[in-house]
């Protein structure tokens, strides 16, 4: 029996993560995004119909009973995604956050959600296709380790690198910086 996933943003990130989950037997999925109620937002809605994934009403609705939340959002809308499941998440679900911000902005975010979650500071370091959910992450604060497990059960590649919140980001930047350069040379 899997767990209930809520997707909070459904670009080509969540799109293709949740894609891979269904694929690899993950019943239970619901997403958000705040493109869903626009006519902007067709393409995601159809895109989560064709995948099988429960197009949510709202954040609230998307993450009722969600054991596993994932942040998907743009960089400039990580926190308010966050405040947008704020006061609606229930029996503390992992929060994993791939947002490509910086160490700060998600010190924020866990600060923003307090005990209301388990939150992970999650850096995906690949492309996300073609492999999807199983694209190579790390992992980092306080709940990283209890996370781990529960994402290699999902098929999840997953590596912790630190117990602070921001730890993943940081690399994740500085991995960014190194192998752009790498590439200008």
């Given amino acids: ?3 209930r996933l809520a997707f909070i943003g459904f670009g080509e990130a969540g799109q293709a993560m949740a894609a891979g989950l269904r694929e ?3 019943s239970q ?7 869903f109620s626009d006519t902007a937002g067709t393409g995601l809605v159809e895109a989560a119909q064709a995948s099988g994934v429960r197009v949510a009403s709202s954040a609230a609705d998307a993450v009722r ?4 939340v994932i942040a998907a959002v743009t960089a400039a809308s990580s926190t308010d995604a966050a405040q947008s499941v704020a006061g609606h998440l229930q029996g503390k679900p992992l929060y994993l ?7 700060g902005r998600k010190q924020t975010t866990a600060m923003l959600l307090g005990d ?12 996300i296709h073609p492999a999807r959910h199983k694209s190579p992450m790390m992992l980092a604060g306080p709940h990283a380790a209890e996370a781990e497990p529960v994402l290699a ?3 999840m590649k997953t590596q912790i690198v630190g117990d602070e919140v921001g730890a993943a980001a940081a690399i994740k930047m500085i991995r960014s910086v190194m192998i752009k ?5």
């Fill in 24 to 26: 690899d037997g993950v």
């Fill in 65 to 68: 009973d969600a054991k596993i």
């Fill in 1 to 3: 029996m899997s767990p």
């Fill in 153 to 155: 059960a999902l098929g």
């Fill in 97 to 103: 956050d791939v947002n490509s911000v910086s160490p």
């Fill in 181 to 185: 350069g790498i590439e200008a040379l």
């Fill in 116 to 127: 209301e979650a388990r939150y992970v500071d999650a850096a995906i370091v690949s492309a």
């Fill in 29 to 35: 999925i619901a997403a958000w995004d705040i493109l």
